[in-house]
T-cell receptor
Framework: ETGVTQSPTHLIKTRGQQVTLRCSSQ?????VSWYQQALGQGPQFIFQ???????GRGNFPPRFSGLQFPNYSSELNVNALELDDSALYLC???????????FGSGTRLTVV | KQEVTQIPAALSVPEGENLVLNCSFT??????LQWFRQDPGKGLTSLLL?????REQTSGRLNASLDKSSGRSTLYIAASQPGDSATYLC????????????FGTGTRLTIIP
């Protein structure tokens, strides 16, 4: 049974640029959620994807967008990067209607 | 709006001691509560999950309790070890089919050898 894999592990971008983060879900899971964790804070829910559609969104602007693919992997796209977007981005997979979550190791994004 | 609080923000204890971490939440209408461990700069590792109908869950030296009516959960760690040093986060899930988790800000635990 494979876990959740995220890529890349670290990324440095310039303000105003665009970034794409990737996540492969755990085998048997069909739902992917993305979280943003600023330094010293708990993770904040960005959005969730189920059956390739957004299925819930937190308090994040539209420049945060995502995709889910038929194999349940997912991408998080952030446009017009701002300094405050610097954070650890976590992906979690789960089975819709199930109980628990499996988190990936995260992507550390630094915006300069 | 659900709010989750973890107190204390940081805790240091000598190796071998038993300890309790606290988590409180404002809306008692939860589906379940999960405790996670996070090592510096790393992702989250699930430790224990308690369904709303349960009172506690145990795994090895860890025991988590849930009092939904009072909006509280505790994570008890027995015979602490230096390897237990990490940040511990609790998260609540609002309902069946709603996968959104609301996290606390965590307790940073340091076990002193």
């Amino acid at each position: 049974e494979t876990g959740v894999t995220q890529s890349p592990t670290h990324l440095i971008k310039t303000r105003g640029q665009q970034v794409t983060l990737r996540c492969s879900s755990q085998s048997g899971h069909n739902t992917v959620s993305w979280y943003q964790q600023a330094l010293g804070q708990g993770p904040q829910f960005i959005f969730q994807y189920y059956r390739e559609e957004e299925n819930g969104r937190g308090n994040f602007p539209p420049r945060f967008s995502g995709l889910q693919f038929p194999n349940y992997s997912s991408e998080l796209n952030v446009n017009a990067l701002e300094l405050d977007d610097s954070a650890l981005y976590l992906c979690a997979s789960s089975f819709k209607g199930g109980y628990g979550y499996t988190f990936g190791s995260g992507t550390r994004l630094t915006v300069v | 709006k659900q709010e989750v609080t973890q107190i204390p923000a940081a805790l240091s204890v000598p190796e071998g001691e038993n300890l309790v971490l606290n988590c409180s939440f404002t809306d008692s209408a939860i589906y379940n509560l999960q405790w996670f461990r996070q090592d510096p700069g790393k992702g989250l590792t699930s430790l224990l999950l308690i369904q709303s109908s349960q009172r506690e869950q145990t795994s090895g030296r860890l025991n988590a309790s849930l009092d939904k009516s009072s909006g509280r959960s505790t994570l008890y760690i027995a015979a602490s070890q230096p390897g237990d040093s990490a940040t511990y986060l609790c998260a609540v899930r609002p309902g069946f089919g709603n996968e959104k988790l609301t996290f606390g800000t965590g307790t940073r635990l340091t076990i002193i050898p």
